[in-house]
């Protein structure tokens, strides 16, 4: 060990004046310095966003361009220039035959590198926080922004950056000292480092690759999804490089390969090390399946601005309540007893909205909350972690061949329609099991055999929509169904209970189901006709529900929801469907047009009160929203600009509130165009009840007799809004 | 029984199975030695020299210094073993006062003797100066000072004087034969040169073609290499040559002016004199011509 540090010394006084620090410093803060230049000219507007640390997210900012092209090029040039201070000069030799053990002149000159490293991420840090202190004076900090230094999420992030960087930082190192050559050893850092680009670019990016590692601390800022300090790639990065060095170590020692590798101990030596730290790197490589638990339970914490006493838990196909949960002292538990089937359930937050989430049988959930204002962050761990996170990685790609159906393009050319279509599939069926979350935890079986079934499911719904395009633009041509598109239908059976909270699944077995059905009656007759044949049991009560429930809410009159009611509302098996339904269309017809729209209280900012009959004698368009709702945020600009246009006309535009904070509510109403009235609601959940209001914004226009004209306008957004308005006050149409 | 500080036997080197660098070379190197090791380029002492040092690794068990094989002693030996090995390695972007720093701590030398052996090979001057900017000579004096640095008990030189001027060659050469003297450090020098060395050497060894041809002392070598021949100027030296020719056949006219002669050993040379000026010979110049560069020559042509 005395060795050592006398060696690591020596190399100290042989490095001066090269510079070494200095430049691995200044790599490091390049990073920093674009991020507050760009910072600053681009001066976005705050994002709304839960309360954070300025700094830490300053760094965060700063990981991609470090991680992935500074911090490694830092590394190239350092190692490329530390070793060819001795190649250069014979030093090499001139070590050999010093009094000093091989292993330390070594290592020493390994450590000469990592402190380089270690400089580099200081470097990045304070960097940082120097031009984020800058920055800062320059622009406007977020009031939610805390300005403190957090010393733990700096450390992990500089021990995550260190150790992603060891392996890369050797391979360089063991190429370096064994070709003398400087030109080797930075042509193959920036091969790997160019690679890297394209490589990703084609999703081939191998788990141990040396930027990767790095890559991995820039895609996952925040770092493991269950709180540890390390994931799995910190240890392949550990293990790869003690491989590395021990082999760079060893051929160094002896000189030649064959030397160092092909003598009986030598070769025992490095089979061992082989099968130890192989066998562990491919331990740890092993994507990890969480194992189910006893019970089925969920559990989690809320931390919100706002008061939440309830948590649903429903069925997304009938909204229907599964589990009610109360939340005390901001913490949750339940235990399901029924059997629950591996699906996307919904998790409806008191009144404050809902998330999905994936679960089935045996599942243990937890969920952490955060809300502040618009801003929500919601973590879902548990036996289902790698399915929640892969939901939000899932939304299909771009892909050529829809976009060929859609536009019509190459239509007249089914054979290679059919191939680019069979290509996607095989693509996003191969695709669909690469998904690992950062601790290496991937989706279970189970989940990835529904997956493929919905994957397959949009292709298959893709050739649905190119073969009516074919049937109805070349009546006379036959379009072939190829074998793969036969496997492909294979894939997906036509009696999937398990799908059916999928849409796609739907309307993909309503038009298979009714393919045969020519006659020139609605798709929904045809689905329902069709439907009623099927084989009683749960899945048909599913399907019906689910189409009956279309054709009520689509059909124009009572006169013909009565006789839907009539003809299949007793075709269920389960009892309780017909109740849904024909408590559905009740809901309906309450909201129907021309009837009452049901009364409530409000008090405006002067805090008067006011009934919605007071509004009588006027057109009113109500806006339902809320200050934590983005969505309503989003809206209102295009409502107030309808109150502006049709402010000579027979109409009330009115904004009501259904925030629970008044002073949220008031501080924000104030700021509004005066154009629109805004009130805030008394009572809401008999507003929500009397209104079925399921979400916001929602709009509504109510004649000046008080009846619905329309419960569930469009969003003003869409142009059907204000044609709809129009028509209302019989206005001409714009031209 | 001699004590010897390097020792070699049979060793053998070979890059590859067909090419032998070395063939059954051994090497006897006593303790207080100035050992001349020489041979001309290409003949395998770099070889040697490198696997001395042990930056070859020999190929089996046939060297041992200080009495111990090389193999179990590395890197440990250097603490008593300075070396110099081909070029001099030295850092060019550093100062020579730097340069030797380095090694000091790598040695764990104290820093004085940075100074000392500066003023050792004449270099105070130009310690601060950047090695990038010394002159060949400069450098091959810091390089033999790097080598001196820890008081070895053992210095080996490869080429030391190579590149340097006469002055520089006499200097080095004056240093070696002091450290030999007053520190009793043992000297194993390579050269190309005969005459680089000759002066300076109490033993000697010779390679050609990765065979030693020779090994023994300086007296040895003379003893071996025969006769004593003589060069000397004198009027009439034709005429003289006529007269010499009976006793000496050996005689020949080398120019109008000088005659040499074989004689079978130096003992001769002052009978003969006195010989050549009793007979009334004017003589102006009389030089021993060492037979010791010719036999060279021909050991080294040996196949």
């Avoid at chain 1, 399946?289 to 196909?317: C, L, Q, W």
């Avoid at chain 1, 669909?432 to 989940?447: E, G, H, I, Q, W």
């Avoid at chain 1, 007071?614 to 969505?631: E, F, H, M, Q, S």
Wanted: hydrophobic fraction near 40%; proline fraction near 4%.
């Amino acid at each position: 060990m005395q060795n050592f540090t006398t060696a690591l010394k020596a190399e100290h006084i042989k490095k001066k004046g090269t510079g070494l620090y200095v430049v691995a410093g200044i790599l490091g803060a390049i990073s920093p310095l674009i991020w507050t230049i760009v910072t600053i000219i681009q001066d976005t507007p705050n994002q709304n966003k839960l309360p954070y640390n300025y700094f830490t997210e300053f760094i965060e900012n700063c990981l991609d361009p470090f991680s992935t092209f500074f911090f490694p090029l830092m590394i190239i040039i350092t190692v490329s220039r530390i070793t060819q201070l001795d190649h250069k000069n014979g030093g090499w030799q001139l070590m050999e035959t010093q009094p000093v053990k091989k292993i330390s002149i070594y290592f020493s000159k390994f450590s000469v590198i990592l402190i380089a490293n270690l400089i580099s991420i200081f470097s990045l840090i304070s960097g940082c926080f120097l031009f984020g202190y800058i920055a800062s004076l320059i622009i406007e900090v977020p009031e939610n922004a805390s300005l403190s230094f957090e010393i733990g999420s700096v450390l992990l992030v500089a021990a995550r950056l260190f150790i992603a960087g060891l392996f890369f930082t050797a391979l360089q190192y063991i190429i370096s000292v064994l070709l003398p050559s400087f030109i080797w050893s930075i042509l193959i850092g920036f091969f790997l480092l160019l690679a890297y680009l394209f490589l990703t670019a084609f999703k081939v990016v191998p788990d141990w690759y040396p930027i990767e590692l790095l890559g991995k601390i820039a895609t996952y800022k925040k770092g493991s999804d269950l709180g540890y300090w390390f994931t799995y790639s910190a240890a392949v990065s550990c293990i790869c490089a003690i491989i590395a060095l021990y082999i760079g170590f060893e051929w160094y020692k002896h000189k030649k390969i064959k030397l160092a590798f092909c003598t009986g101990k030598r070769a025992a030596m490095l089979v061992a090390v082989l099968i130890v730290f192989g066998g562990l790197l491919y331990y740890t490589l092993t994507p990890r399946v969480m194992e189910p638990h006893n019970r089925t339970v969920i559990a989690g914490i809320i931390d919100s601005d706002m008061p939440i006493d309830k948590i649903y838990i429903r069925d997304i196909f009938i909204s229907d309540t599964i589990a009610e949960i109360t939340v005390k002292d901001n913490k949750f538990h339940y235990a399901f007893t029924k059997n629950m089937p591996l699906d996307t359930y919904e998790l409806a937050l008191g009144s404050i909205g809902s998330i999905t989430l994936t679960m089935a049988t045996n599942d243990s959930t937890f969920l952490d909350f955060k809300k502040r204002k618009q801003s929500t962050d919601i973590a879902l761990t548990g036996t289902r972690l790698a399915e929640n996170l892969y939901k939000k990685d899932n939304q299909l790609g771009w892909s050529s061949v829809n976009y060929y159906i859609r536009e019509n393009v190459y239509l007249d050319k089914p054979d290679f329609i059919t191939k680019e279509l069979v290509s996607g599939w095989e693509e996003a069926m191969a695709e669909s099991d690469k998904f690992k979350t950062v601790d290496n935890y991937v989706p279970r079986d189970d989940f990835k055999q529904k997956n493929k079934k919905l994957l397959t499911l949009n292709y298959l719904n893709m050739w649905n929509d190119f073969l009516k395009k074919r049937a109805a633009l070349y009546p006379n041509e036959e379009t072939k169904e190829t074998p793969e598109i036969t496997e492909m239908k294979k894939v997906v059976a036509l009696n999937d209970e398990g799908l059916l909270s999928n849409a796609d699944y739907f309307n993909y077995v309503s038009s298979q189901i009714t393919a045969e059905d020519t006659e020139d009656v609605s798709q929904n007759t045809k689905s329902l006709r069709a439907i009623a044949k099927l084989e009683p049991g749960s899945f048909k009560d599913k399907m019906l529900f689910k189409q009956l429930k279309k054709s009520m809410e689509e059909a124009s009159d009572k006169k013909e929801r009565d006789s839907l009611a009539v003809l299949y509302a007793d075709n269920f098996s389960n009892k309780r469907y017909t109740d849904i339904i024909l408590y559905r269309k009740q809901i309906i017809e309450k909201l129907a047009k021309g009837k009452q729209a049901p009364l409530f209280d409000a008090i405006t900012i002067n805090n008067k009160p006011v009934n919605l009959a007071d509004l009588r004698g006027k057109y009113v368009a109500i806006d339902v929203w809320a200050t934590w709702c983005a969505p309503c945020k989003y809206q209102s600009p295009y409502f107030e600009k309808f109150a502006v246009k049709y402010k000579n006309e027979n109409i009330q535009f009115v904004a009501v509130s259904t925030d629970d904070k008044m002073d949220d509510w008031y501080v924000e109403a104030k700021s509004k165009s005066k154009s629109v009235l805004q009130l805030h609601i008394n009572n809401k959940n008999e507003f929500s009840k009397n209104y079925n209001v399921t979400g916001i914004p929602r709009f509504i226009l109510i004649d000046p007799e008080g009846n619905l004209v329309n419960a569930e306008m469009p969003f003003p957004d869409d142009q059907t809004f204000e044609q709809l308005l129009r028509q209302a006050l019989g206005l001409e149409e714009q031209k | 029984m001699t004590d010897y500080i390097i020792q070699t036997k049979s060793l053998n080197f070979r890059f590859s199975k067909h090419k032998k660098v070395l063939d059954d070379i051994s090497l006897n190197i006593p303790k207080g030695a100035i050992y001349g090791f020489l041979g001309p380029n290409g003949a395998g002492k770099s070889t040697t020299m490198r696997l001395l040092t042990g930056i070859l690794p020999e190929q089996q068990d046939a060297i041992s210094l200080f009495g111990k094989p090389l193999k179990t002693q590395l890197p440990q030996v250097f603490d008593n073993v300075g070396a110099l090995v081909e070029s001099p390695a030295l850092y060019l972007h550093l100062s020579g006062y730097n340069n030797l720093k380095y090694l000091a701590e790598l040695r764990n030398v104290p820093q004085s003797r940075i100074t000392e052996v500066l003023e050792l090979v004449d270099l105070t001057r130009d310690a601060k100066r950047k090695v990038k900017q010394y002159s060949l000579g400069m450098k091959q004096r810091l390089a033999i000072a790097m080598a001196l640095l820890d008081e070895p008990e053992l210095l080996l030189l490869d080429e030391p004087v190579n590149g340097l001027d006469p002055n520089g060659m006499r200097d080095i050469r004056q240093l070696l034969v002091k450290l030999n003297k007053e520190k009793g450090v043992t000297i194993f020098v390579s050269s190309h040169l005969l005459a680089e060395i000759e002066k300076m050497c109490t033993h000697v060894g010779i390679i050609s073609n990765g065979k030693l041809r020779f090994e023994g002392t300086i007296q040895q070598l003379s003893e071996q290499s025969g006769a004593c021949k003589i060069q000397f100027t004198l009027k009439d030296a034709a005429l003289w040559q006529e007269k010499l020719l009976a006793a000496y056949p050996s005689v020949t006219l080398e120019s109008n002016s000088q005659l040499s002669v074989e004689l079978s050993d130096r003992e001769q040379i002052p009978a003969f004199t006195k010989e050549l000026i009793n007979h009334g010979a004017e003589l102006y110049e009389l030089k021993v011509l060492n037979g010791l560069e010719e036999w060279f020559m021909t050991l080294i042509r040996q196949k």
